[in-house]
């Protein structure tokens, strides 16, 4: 198992199914999910910490999981790639949404 994969940066953004999920993974989850714990957490260290980790992009994992179980590794490791170029934006603009 050497292969690499092979795709530009632009191609990330033209996939239309792949950016969805993203938008939902980056920005929709952390925003809903730090709302509701909100309703239950006062200290906003703990908020703080658990929209980082709701917040933060897809791990690489999941690229090599998916090529030792011969899954879909190519549109994996697109989506790590592309979650992980989102997160430089979408991290503090949920940080400023949120009022963290």
Not at 51 to 77: F, K, R
């Amino acid at each position: 198992m050497t292969g690499g994969i092979d795709f530009k940066i632009i191609d990330l953004f033209t996939d239309t199914k792949l950016l969805l999920f993203s938008g939902i993974k980056m920005l929709l989850i952390p925003i809903a999910g730090t709302w509701i714990i909100k309703q239950f957490v006062d200290d906003p260290m703990i908020l703080g910490v658990c929209m980082v980790m709701l917040a933060t992009p897809v791990g690489s994992m999941t690229a090599m999981l998916a090529q030792q179980y011969d899954g879909n590794y190519d549109l994996a490791a697109r989506g790590v790639a592309l979650t992980a170029i989102l997160a430089v934006v979408t991290m503090p603009v949920v940080s400023v949404l949120m009022g963290a």
